[in-house]
């Protein structure tokens, strides 16, 4: 073993060191990432950089569609050494990979530019003894931090759990240590991933990466904490924040998180009510889980619900999963769904409903003459027996078509909040 590698185990910035260390010893370029290919240190250039290695210095952190390439190599999943395949279209040049593992976990991934004359075996074999240096020094910093988290886990299970007396004692802990301020401006956001059969493991890796942005925001204070497929966010904010700017931050996490696990991910975001105290993020917690159940059945809601802006699915989708079924819907609108081609019906009804019952503004969205506008009310009266010009059969008919929204995705297997979990 060289005697930089003894210094490096000895000093603060043993991984810089380590990195440092073989790029000098092998006149390459080195990079050392995290399992979702984050850089964490780096080498200096030895005139073998490509575009994506310099933008990656520059930003802090590559591109979106590098991290998916790289990922979709199944980098993350080698046990062994490999040679990353070069991207032309991408700027990026081949990549000598180590996969940095201990004890089963994936800590990290080392990087060699691969470009010129091909790597020796002497030079494969200083790579392999640094990697397996930079293992040990990852794993015990992956230990600490293991411990830490499994605090804050259990810290944010009682605070939004259903048991008064941890709450209390979880919110008084989280203060008391400078975790959290208790307030004045409070939100819990809840995140659940489905459809992913990656790795053991690697959905909790990819949870974790796309939360921590926003543990340090600019305007506010979180904590975040992960279980299997799922994940709670509990934030502080200085100001109220606005609708737009949660919409923003759940978006960002969702895009991260189909950079990670792939672009066919099923990906659920909800954002409870805003709350003004910590004490009440058990509060907020239950309505984020209802709205994720929300942006799980609502396509248009493209994978965010938020408690807010729900209106009345905030009703519907506090009943148990296993009464959110066809027999909800009223009777009137069964008639008039099963009456066959009667779609057209259907969208009528929709719009004269969703615009107050107005003839002129119902009439101008579907660019339909007045007199078949009419014609077609005539039908849907005739069909469910129901008066349009009632406002209790209206409100009947609409909340049967919201209830329909509802149904039209398969029932779910596993709910939000249906599980004995700590989180999500």
């Known amino acids: 073993m060289t005697m930089w590698i003894q210094r490096a185990r000895s000093g603060g910035e043993a991984l810089q060191t380590l990195v440092d260390g073989l790029a000098e010893e092998l006149g390459r370029s ?4 995290d399992p979702l290919v984050r850089m964490i240190c780096t080498s200096r250039h030895f005139g073998d950089e490509d575009r994506v290695r310099v933008r990656t210095l520059l930003q802090g952190i590559a591109d979106d569609e590098i991290i998916r ?65 930079v293992a040990v020094e990852m794993y015990a910093d992956r230990l600490a931090s293991d411990v830490d988290e499994e605090r804050t886990r259990q810290l944010l299970g009682w605070l939004v759990g259903s048991d008064s007396a941890l709450r209390c004692a979880a919110h008084q802990r989280l203060v008391d240590d400078g975790l959290l301020p208790a307030g004045p401006h409070v939100v819990v956001t809840s ?13 909790a890796v990819a949870l974790r990466g796309a939360l921590e942005p926003f543990r340090h925001a600019r305007t506010a204070r979180g904590l975040s904490a992960v279980d299997q497929d799922r994940a709670v966010l509990v934030q502080v904010f200085d100001r109220e924040p606005t609708d737009e700017e949660l919409d923003v931050q759940c978006r960002a996490i969702v895009r991260s998180l189909r950079t990670f696990l792939g672009t066919d991910v099923d990906v659920a975001v909800g954002v409870g009510g805003r709350r003004t105290a910590l004490a009440d993020a058990w509060i907020c917690h239950d309505q984020a889980r209802v709205a994720v159940r929300a942006a799980r059945r609502l396509p248009r809601l493209e994978g965010v619900g938020d408690w807010e802006r729900l209106g009345e699915f905030t009703m519907f989708l506090q009943l148990p999963e296993s009464a959110l079924n066809e027999s909800l819907l009223p009777k009137p609108l069964r008639l008039l769904l099963d009456g066959g081609g009667n779609s057209r019906l259907e969208e009528t009804l929709r719009c004269f409903l969703e615009n107050a019952g107005s003839v002129p503004r119902t009439a101008e969205v579907l660019e339909l003459h007045r007199t ?7 039908r849907i009266q005739e069909i469910t027996g ?14 049967g078509l919201q209830l329909l929204d509802l149904l039209q995705v398969p029932r779910e297997t596993d709910v939000p909040g249906d599980r004995a979990a700590t989180v999500g």
């Open 30 to 33: 080195v990079v050392l990432d």
């Open 386 to 399: 129901l008066d349009l010009d009632d406002g209790a059969h209206r409100l009947v008919l609409h909340m």
């Open 372 to 378: 078949s506008l009419y014609y077609r009310l005539r």
């Open 191 to 203: 995140v659940v991933v489905s459809g992913q059969r990656g790795p053991s493991g690697q959905i």
């Open 69 to 133: 390439y790289v990922l979709s190599q199944g980098v993350a999943r080698w046990t062994v050494p490999g040679i990353l395949p070069g991207r032309d279209d991408l700027g990026m040049q081949p990549r000598y990979c180590v996969p940095i593992r201990q004890r089963g976990h994936m800590l990290g991934i080392l990087k060699v530019m691969a470009v010129g004359e091909p790597l020796t075996e002497a030079e494969t074999e200083a790579i392999d003894r640094v990697a397996r240096t």
